[in-house]
């Protein structure tokens, strides 16, 4: 039931997962989101529970049913201080969530990757972010969606020089990038998180779907289809009946009880099995 829904999320406290955590409470599609973090929130709502874990830690006992797992996690080798710890905040704790969350039954897993993401990617970073896709992949999700933005950008709480600069740069020249390229275009955080949503509720109807940054930022929650009154209903609708204009249908309402004053002499009359006219009158019946 769309409006009964309940939601997962690890990562809640990075720029996308933060977000997403308070446009899934805001929405009237969620009445549960669920949040396993390493630290507490700076939100508090309603919906929201949070349950404070370090990942390697975490228990099925700690995954509860959900319609969707949201895997917002991700760091960088420099705040990591290596490639062992990135890659087990970027990979390892990816695939050990999502594992306890297929064993509770959970169908869905949508997860940040990175445009670019290959295992045969020159590039150090793309090539962990594809070594995750095909492991996820091989665990055989009923539906497994891949995000893979482009350059993000938001206010994060501590200051990236390097994404900063990109960011000054791509925004720069991101309205000369047409086409093909038009997939390198910055993309907010916010809007991210707005098409994850959109993933979980109305996505793709395939076992794998990959979502490319143009496509992201391009997804938006359908409009509501608007019903049209049929004539017939239009007739029933009593809010269009105005006290003047029920005073007018009275006047030409056929059953009005001052005609029939008039009208009902002349049906009597008219009426052939009037008793008063049967006195004296011989019917013959003839023979059957």
């Known amino acids: 039931m769309m409006g009964m829904r309940s939601a997962l999320v690890v990562g809640a406290t990075g720029l996308v997962g933060s977000a997403l955590v308070k446009l899934l409470c805001d929405s009237e599609e969620y009445v549960a989101v669920n949040v396993i973090a390493r630290r507490p929130l700076e939100f508090s709502h309603p919906k929201l529970d949070v349950k404070i874990r370090e990942f390697e830690h975490i228990a099925e006992i700690d995954i509860?049913?959900?319609h969707e797992v949201f895997c917002c996690l991700g760091t960088t080798i420099k705040k990591a201080g290596s490639r062992w710890e990135f890659e087990k905040v970027d990979?390892?704790?990816p695939l050990f969530i999502a594992a306890l969350a297929k064993n509770q039954g959970i169908g869905h897993f949508i997860v940040i990757s990175a445009m670019g993401a290959s295992e045969k990617s020159v590039a150090y970073y793309n090539r962990v972010k594809g070594k995750l896709e095909s492991q996820l992949i091989a665990m055989d999700f009923p539906n497994l969606s891949?995000?893979?933005?482009?350059?993000l950008t938001?206010?994060?709480e501590e200051f990236r020089f390097s994404e900063k600069l990109g960011e000054w740069v791509m925004k720069g020249i991101g309205p000369l990038m047409v086409g093909p390229s038009k997939k390198y275009r910055t993309i907010s955080a916010e809007q991210v998180a707005h098409a994850m949503k959109v993933i979980a509720l109305h996505g793709k109807k395939q076992k794998v779907a990959i979502y490319q940054s143009d496509e992201l930022a391009t997804l938006q929650m359908p409009v509501p289809v608007k019903e049209e009154v049929s004539e017939q209903g239009a007739l029933f609708n009593w809010d269009k009946y105005k006290v003047d204009e029920l005073s007018k249908v009275d006047e030409q309402v056929v059953f009005n009880r001052e005609n029939r004053k008039e009208q009902?002499?002349?049906l009597d009359e008219e009426?052939?099995?009037d008793r008063s006219k049967r006195k004296?009158?011989?019917?013959?019946l003839g023979d059957k």
């Open 64 to 66: 509860e049913f959900a």
């Open 91 to 93: 990979v390892e704790y």
């Open 146 to 151: 891949i995000v893979r933005p482009s350059l």
């Open 154 to 156: 938001g206010d994060r």
């Open 264 to 266: 009902i002499p002349l």
């Open 271 to 273: 009426v052939v099995f």
């Open 280 to 284: 004296g009158i011989e019917v013959d």
